[in-house]
């Protein structure tokens, strides 16, 4: 089953497409590389629809808050977890990481729902140091059963993931259960899982841009204040954003998406490097930045918790739609 590899070069597309597989969220020097128009075809294939529960499982150590940066990404996704419209310090609230997922039931009215599922910590690095893409799926098996779920795998900094920042920052693909008799709705006997590295200290720069000056390209003025103080993390919901649009809208390689589809563009990989209005080769875009603390944000969960999350393909409009129009 292929996995949806978004490279970060368009002359790697080719190798890293070897493998089978997801769709990764790739290094953001991609998005550096001025793109044609995005249209995502529909190959009709399964996609991920009704309710379902996102477990994480916490390779390496990670602090209680860094989890619940993650954790209230999640929550946020769903409507009732969602901050309100009202509150906001300065003057109107931006949107909700809700209206951001919304958009997913544009490409299918019962698009999944996401909700947060159960975390298994595993800090004495069960499988060593070093992971390749069969230890990732092995890992994300332990989240089991499977039905109605995503397996999400989140690696700590000093993990060496096989391909983590050469050409990408995380993975998704799926995986057979591990008894035909489990495979729920999913894809006939596969679960969807998806694995994102912490990217603060192998590689900042490509990963968890805009919040770390980029290795190499356009560079902007200074690198943006991350909503949650903490680049890696923030980085990684970057990430996990993608990953997590892609999962459902591609989970088994038959769904949205344009290019190869053994290295395919999907609902947010597509639009990648694009975070707000007026956004090109380098620059996020507009955004809006908290007065107190300079932190740069886009959309409002739980608890009033703020994200900077990436465009999103409208399939109503045919643009990469960002949370702030
Ligand atoms: C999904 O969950 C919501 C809220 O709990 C519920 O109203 C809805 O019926 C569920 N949908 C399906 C398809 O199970």
Known sequence: MPHSLVPFLLLLAAAAAAATGAGAATPRQLFLVSQPPVTLTNHHGQLLTGNYSVNLLWYGRF?????????????????????TASGSASGSAAPSVAAWWATTARYHPGAARLSLGRQVLDTSLSLGRRLSESSLASLASRLGPHRSTVAVVVTAPDVLVDGFCLS???????????????????????????????????????????????????????????????????????????????????????????GPAEAPLEAVSACAGVFGAGAYPGYPGQMRVDA?????????????????????????????STPLV
């Open 168 to 258: 990408r920052c995380g993975l998704h693909a799926s995986a057979s259960t591990p008894s035909p008799a489990s495979s729920g709705h999913g894809g006939r006997g596969r679960f969807a899982y998806a694995w994102v590295g912490n990217p603060a200290e192998q590689c900042p720069g490509e990963c968890a841009w805009p919040f770390h000056q980029p290795p190499y390209g356009p560079q902007q003025p200074a690198p943006l204040v991350s909503p949650n103080a903490d680049v890696g993390m923030d980085g990684a919901v970057i990430t996990l954003a993608t990953l997590l649009a892609g999962a459902v809208t591609n989970p088994y390689g038959g769904g949205f998406f344009q």
């Open 292 to 320: 107190a603390t300079g932190a740069s944000y886009n959309a409002v969960g739980v608890a009033g918790r703020r994200f900077l999350l990436p465009a999103m393909w409208d399939p109503a409009t045919a643009q990469c």
């Open 63 to 83: 602090t209680p808050a860094q989890r619940a940066v993650v954790a209230d990404f999640i929550l946020s996704l769903s409507p009732s977890g969602s901050g």
